[in-house]
RNA sequence: GGGCGAUUAGCUCAGCUGGUUAGAGCGUCCCUCUGAUAAGGGGAAGGUCUCAAGUUCGAAUCUUGAAUCGCCCA
């Protein structure tokens, strides 16, 4: 027996009994042993999930896709490391301590204790990872996971106890340590489970990387101007800076004149004579530039001009009388106020050397800055106006305002001529002294008095709003400034060329990706590599007070090299504040070395997993077995840039090899109106909730059939959509084979039918099932989802609305005949063989099916592990095999019968007469290969479309006419232009000449050319008025004449529908027995009296009387047309069992 | 500003190397079938295939330009 299914079943809560299942069973376990000797393996490195905060939905569809394949390639016997990863370290995790905190500066973390906050930190990772295991748990991942609980309990003590010595048990054996030391080696092969990229194996081999860059001389202090997050006082590197890193933002913009102190006139164009007079008589002349960043005006030192562009040169009279003249773009004029006069022209080129009056020259740090400057070069510092390039006309002035120590393209202009550079702001954003009223103030809080400021000294022009994208904080949304830093680098001259090869042996899904990245290794910068920050890498660099500094490699070489503050450091992980502690000696100068107090930029972390988690320095035969992965994927959002860009750039520094052979990304999920989901904005929809309402199998299935390179929109429509038309027709599939099998007390145990004394359908379900098997099975090695989920969504409709529609009467009569063997045996096979399909892809609906098919148990009764392999994921995957001659064959021959069957339903409608008044004949005209398949499913097609009698057309022009057409693509090319001529004529000939001449296999004379026979494209057109439909090669016609006897069959057929109503709704078993009492005038009751077996056996009426009940279970009174009808019925008990044919 | 991609029905998207009447799913409406099914079937409405020019016997498809929108990079 199996166990009974209910049809309305609560998925979600299902699944949770499929978890607590495998939980008891321990299957996941029981695959590993399985699999533990096979000397397939599959590769797959997990990027490191952020453990940082819950995980969400879009966490969901990657991680679907990674336990798709890892459970495809176990069905396939592929030994695998089954590793989740944890990404722990940065800016992120810092930034949420803070918060809960309510810090709001780094000085809040110094005087709270840089040691009590990394432990804070390392508590937020690991209880943010216990809860993205129990998450990742529910979706159905299989990885070696953590115990939730004993992550929580090593996040409590690593804050309370850090340095009590603890016990954890791993298979037995007993693992000691200080909750920190623990700490620092998850992941390791002794506690194994997922690996955290805090790990000490994890930095150490960061350090050994880090070293290995030194040694070619890659690793560099360099002084740049980088964006800078003023709260998080760090630094933020080109790879952080996402799109939604810039946000819209209202600034205002300054124009500010700049007066010029030595300029030349001999390359203006005059407009007029005059004009030069004018010029001349001015006041003072100035350029105008633009800025919206008005807080970098007190460390102008240039202006920069397009060599290109034509300036204008024009004339203003002020309300306080000053007559000024401005040079600005001569498309620019629009930023002008009030009336002005164009004097003349002059292209950009002719303005280098110009200098100007700088604007906050009295400011104390400007003239120490200026003084140092003229000291080194011995001559007096004057502002330029020099040449760039990019400087353009569409914003501002066409003149641009430089602070080389305040802005990257300023900085790098200012290098190029050898200027000063003024650094006004500390690492807060907060003015230095010696910018007289700006100094103590906030970049972003003093517009007002910078143009109070110019006001005072002559230089305000005008001042307005201005909205505009600018770089925002990625992790705490606060406006970015631009900061004049020391930071530590890898120089990629080198190493870029070297990764683009890497790059290439890559297999990139979708294939656009290998052309993102290499364009990002063609663009990019030197990697920034240092954060002035606490929790992360440790950077391995150690510099001496000359200036030279050391990159140690590991652990052993720390401790040979430590002259100081070993004692310390021992014991505890790479982290700081400890780290900081040790010194080193350099060997030749003896001078002493401090660690750099810079950590490192995170990405480092994830990238270097391929080495770290793979042993790569323990034990190297290991990781030679498991690198390079097979394959890696992520949602490609920043991952060029990011995990993907460290995994190759580290291994290539390590190996010059690929990390991966594949990398799968996917686009972005978003609200289901193609919104950015955000907490803030209310359309965020939560994992556990999400779990919760669809379940997981519904939303696996959601992930898998969406396009890689489209955005996925998410949401509870399309996740019910999901489970109305693919979840619920499998079970309801699933759900019919166990009620009749049960009812038949069929089991699988039982002889089954050989292949050749199963009808048709049955060939036919197996053929497409082993189809659509080939099918999924090719598309998942080719790790492409999307037509593997499809195939079996067209399966399933084929299977519930085509094979078990068609096959359902076989399954009712009362005995065990050969035919009915042959269906159960076959939907047997094929729902066994998808649970085994599916498997990957739903897991815990496949696993429900194959319980109880396989062992007739239900997954909530099982309490211990059965032997062997129990599970539908220990099961192999479905072998692909081609198909044969026959089942090819059946295959088309399916197709047809399915379209004449739809034609028949064409037809059915037109003629208004419904399916149920059954008809004499439908009428075929089809050609002879079709009408062999037809024949052959004659009794499907009658039945499905109530006909009689299938019957084809001798005569077929009674039914159709023709449409002779030209085949376009054979002629195209022979007739070129003659061709629109040639086809007016065909369609100007007779059709039915042209065909019978076609038919005869005889050329067609049109227009003086000869056509041949394979030329002529004939269609079949339905005459109008007909009941009669068609395509181009099949046309069906119905013949609506009804017989009296024809009508009574059809009332009775009503009668019928209208008893097994009644039966539904007074809730009676499908095999419940009845007693029929009925009245009905005089027409209907004759229909009813010549069908009385019919109608008997239609409804299990083990009595049918013509006359009132005097009680009932359920009564009810009908009009069918003009007819009445009265019916009763009643239990009858199944004393008559047999009597049923 | 540069690079890549997109623009087809109300919505989400297919339409391969040019070819005859441009399709699907969802949604809407009508009809219908039904003792596994909250399903299924038939039909209707809905598209100047973003615009313009070109190549061609023929363009949703190829070329060029424009517009708009993404993504990536400045």
Not at 867 to 884: C, K, N, T, W, Y
Not at 1092 to 1113: F, G, K, N
Request: glycine share 6%.
């Amino acid at each position: 027996m199996f166990q009974p299914v209910s049809s309305s079943t609560d998925f979600p809560a299902q699944e949770r009994q499929v978890l607590e299942f495998w939980k008891r069973t321990r299957a996941f376990f029981r695959l590993r042993e399985l699999l533990a000797h096979s000397q397939k393996r599959f590769a797959f490195i997990d990027g490191p999930i952020t453990a940082n905060n819950p995980m969400g939905v879009h966490h969901a569809w990657g991680r679907t896709y990674k336990d798709l394949w890892q459970r495809f390639f176990a069905m396939k016997g592929y030994n695998q490391r089954w590793q989740n990863g944890f990404d722990c370290q940065g800016l992120w995790v810092e930034v949420n301590v803070e918060k809960d905190r309510g810090f709001q500066t780094k000085r809040d973390i110094e005087s709270f204790g840089v040691e009590k906050f990394i432990l804070l930190c390392k508590q937020r990772v690991l209880n943010s990872a216990a809860m993205q295991t129990e998450q990742s748990i529910r979706l159905g991942y299989w990885m070696d996971w953590d115990d939730p609980d004993e992550l929580r309990m090593l996040a409590e003590k690593i804050v309370t106890s850090p340095q009590e010595v603890i016990t954890l048990r791993r298979d037995g054996k007993a693992i000691q340590g200080t909750v920190e030391q623990l700490v620092g080696q998850l992941g390791t092969p002794e506690l194994g489970r997922s690996y955290f990229t805090f790990s000490d194996e994890n930095n150490y081999q960061i350090w050994h990387f880090l070293k290995r860059c030194h040694e070619r001389g890659w690793i560099y202090r360099g002084e740049d101007v980088i964006p800078w997050c003023p709260r998080c006082a760090t630094g933020i590197s080109q790879h952080e800076i996402d799109t939604e890193g810039y946000k819209d933002r209202e600034d205002p913009a300054f124009t500010v004149r700049f007066k010029l102190t030595h300029f030349d006139t001999t390359h203006i164009q005059w407009a007029s004579s005059e004009a030069r007079e004018k010029f001349l008589h001015a006041h003072g002349a100035f350029m105008l530039a633009w800025t919206t960043t008005p807080w970098t005006l007190a460390a102008n030192i240039m202006l920069a001009v397009g060599p290109q562009l034509r300036y204008s040169v024009v004339r203003q009279v002020h309300k306080d009388g000053e007559i000024a003249v401005y040079f600005l773009g001569a498309q620019t004029l629009r930023t002008l106020r009030g009336e002005y006069e164009v004097l003349g022209e002059i292209q950009g080129v002719h303005m280098a050397g110009w200098t100007y009056q700088g604007i906050f020259d009295d400011l104390p740090a400007v003239i120490d800055t200026i003084k140092k400057w003229e000291d080194l070069h011995g001559k007096t510092f004057r502002h330029p106006v020099i040449l760039w390039e990019e400087v353009s006309e569409t914003e501002g002035t066409g003149i641009v305002h430089n602070a080389p120590g305040a802005g990257p393209e300023d900085y790098q202009l200012g290098k190029a001529h050898s200027m000063p550079r003024i650094a006004p702001l500390d690492e807060n954003g907060i003015y230095l002294p010696g910018f007289n009223e700006l100094s103590g103030k906030h970049a972003h809080d003093v517009p007002d008095i910078v143009e109070a400021m110019l006001r005072a000294r002559g230089w305000f022009y005008r001042r307005e709003k201005y909205l505009h994208r600018y770089a925002h904080c990625w992790r705490c949304g606060t406006p970015l400034v631009y900061r004049m830093v020391d930071e530590w680098y890898i120089s990629m001259d080198e190493l870029r060329y070297e990764m683009m090869e890497v790059v290439q042996r890559i297999n990139w899904i979708p294939a656009f990706g290998k052309e993102r990245e290499l364009d990002w290794l063609r663009n990019m910068h030197d990697w920034m590599i240092s954060k002035k920050r606490y929790w992360g890498l440790a950077l391995p660099i150690w510099e001496y007070p000359d200036g030279t500094f050391e990159v140690i490699g590991s652990y052993e070489e720390l401790k040979a090299r430590a002259v100081a503050g070993w004692e310390e450091f021992e014991g505890h992980t790479p982290h700081r504040p400890y780290v900081d502690k040790v010194k080193i000696r350099h060997p030749q100068t003896g001078l002493i070395g401090t660690r750099v107090s810079d950590v490192g930029n995170p990405w480092l972390d994830a990238g270097i997993v391929a080495y770290s988690t793979l042993r790569y320095r323990t034990d190297r035969a290991y990781w030679e077995q498991w690198f390079p992965a097979d394959f890696i994927t992520e949602s490609f959002p920043g991952q060029f840039r990011n995990w993907f860009y460290a995994l190759i750039a580290m291994s290539t520094v390590l190996e010059k090899r690929e990390p991966t052979r594949t990398i799968l990304g996917f686009a972005t999920l978003l609200d289901e109106k193609g919104e950015p989901m955000h907490k803030s904005k209310g359309n965020a929809i939560e994992f556990n909730e999400a779990a919760d309402r669809a379940g997981a199998d519904v939303m696996r299935w959601l992930y898998i059939r969406q396009r890689y390179d489209d955005n996925l929109l998410f949401g509870y429509n399309a996740l019910n959509e999901v489970r109305r038309t693919v979840i619920l027709p499998l079970w309801n599939a699933y759900s019919f084979f166990v009620t009749y099998a049960n009812a038949d007390d069929w089991s699988p145990h039982q002889e089954r039918p050989s292949l050749e004394l199963r009808n048709q359908l049955d060939r036919w379900i197996l053929a497409r099932m082993a189809e659509t098997v080939n099918s999924v099975h090719q598309s998942l090695m080719a790790f492409d989802a999307r037509p593997a989920a499809l195939a079996i969504e067209v399966f399933i409709d084929d299977l519930t609305n085509w094979y078990i529609r068609r096959s359902r009467e076989r399954f009712w009569g009362s005995q065990m005949t050969t035919d009915k063997r042959a269906a159960y045996a076959t939907l047997y096979e094929v729902l066994t063989t998808l649970a085994r399909l599916i498997a990957p892809m739903m897991p815990f609906l496949s696993e429900v099916m194959w319980q109880n098919l396989v062992h007739q148990r239900d997954v909530s009764a099982v309490t211990t592990a059965p032997e062997g392999a129990f599970s539908v994921h220990h099961q192999p995957f479905p072998e692909p095999r081609p198909l044969d001659e026959s089942e090819q064959n059946l295959l088309d021959a399916m197709q047809i019968t399915r379209l004449v069957v739809t034609l028949g339903h064409n037809a059915r409608a037109q003629s208004k007469v419904k399916v149920r008044q059954p008809l004499n004949k439908l009428s075929i005209v089809a050609d002879a290969q079709a009408q062999t398949v037809i024949l052959a499913q004659q009794e499907l097609i009658k039945d499905e479309l109530n006909v009689k009698a299938v019957e084809f057309v001798t005569d077929e022009q009674s039914l159709v006419t023709y449409r002779v057409l030209p085949d376009l693509k054979k002629l195209g090319k022979k007739l070129g232009e003659t061709l629109p001529r040639v086809r007016t004529a065909l369609s100007q000939l007779d059709p039915v000449q042209v065909v019978t001449r076609v038919r005869a296999q005889q050329p067609v004379e049109v227009d003086g050319v000869t056509l041949q026979p394979d030329e002529v494209i004939v269609q079949r057109i339905p005459k109008p008025g007909l009941s009669v439909a068609g395509d181009n090669s099949i046309v069906v016609a119905l013949d609506t004449t009804l017989s009296e006897a024809l009508i009574q069959e059809g009332l009775a057929r009503e009668v019928v529908r209208r008893i097994n109503d009644l039966r539904k709704s007074a809730q009676l078993h499908i095999s419940d027995r009845i007693i029929t009492h009925f009245t009905a005038s005089p027409r209907l009751a004759e229909a009813i009296r010549a069908f009385a077996d019919y109608v008997q056996r239609e409804t299990l009426s083990i009595e049918l009387h013509e006359s009132p009940a005097a009680q009932s279970i359920a009564s009810e009174q009908f009009h069918i047309d003009e007819e009445q009808l009265t019916v009763w019925i009643n239990l009858g008990h199944a004393i008559m069992e047999g009597q049923r044919s």
